[in-house]
């Protein structure tokens, strides 16, 4: 089984900056894309960045130039650094990878969600 474990959600005032981690466990193979999604109250989840094993990135265009997606392969963990934070981007953050374990192909996998509030 894998499981994916978020870290470094919470409150914080607009401008301010979070990190949040997410690490994968498991009977781990390969972990190709690994991303992060949100979703706020009354809206459908929605992408925000990922990265591929190679280390290319891609971010929805109202993250561009504040938040930072990084990963250590070594430690099977994605990074999302996030700066400049907006009450918009208030949301519950979830990690999502794609990870072939010892057993199977490879699988999308979810965590469990991270809240994150940006508020005065």
């Known amino acids: 089984q894998v499981q994916l474990v978020e870290s470094g959600g919470g409150l914080v005032q607009p401008g301010g900056s979070l990190r949040l981690s997410c690490a994968a466990s498991g009977s781990i193979f390969s972990i190709y894309r690994m991303g992060w999604y949100r979703q706020a109250p009354g809206k459908q989840r929605e992408l925000v960045a990922h990265t591929t ?3 290319s990135t891609n971010y929805a265009d109202s993250v561009k130039g504040r938040f930072t ?3 250590d392969n070594a430690k099977n963990t994605v990074y999302l650094q996030m700066n400049s934070l907006k009450p918009e981007d208030t949301a519950v953050y979830y990690c999502n990878a794609d990870i072939a374990t010892h057993f199977s192909s490879a699988s999308g996998y979810w965590g469990q969600g991270t ?6």
């Open 69 to 71: 997606i990084s990963r």
């Open 115 to 120: 809240q994150v509030t940006v508020s005065s």
């Open 53 to 55: 094993s190679r280390g």
